[in-house]
């Protein structure tokens, strides 16, 4: 396996949990009134969901593209 697919897998694991921790943010007190009131999350619970969701996609791209091309 190769160095940049053993990150790939790193920074994937990193968007999941970013992730998991923005939705479970959203369940909170706070993001509860916030959407209840304006029809959205907070500003922070919303940065965690999309960066997690990017982040993730980049390390999947790494796995996926890690060694294309290369001959070992």
């Not at 994937?12 to 479970?24: A, E, T």
């Amino acid at each position: 396996m190769t160095p940049q697919r053993i990150i790939g897998i790193l920074v994937l694991i990193g968007g999941v949990v970013l992730l998991i921790v923005g939705v479970n943010a959203s369940h909170s007190l706070a993001d509860q009134v916030s959407n209840t009131f304006t029809g959205r999350f907070t500003d922070g619970t919303t940065w965690y969901i999309i960066g997690g969701i990017v982040v993730g996609l980049a390390g999947l791209a790494m796995i996926v593209f890690g060694s294309h091309g290369k001959k070992a």
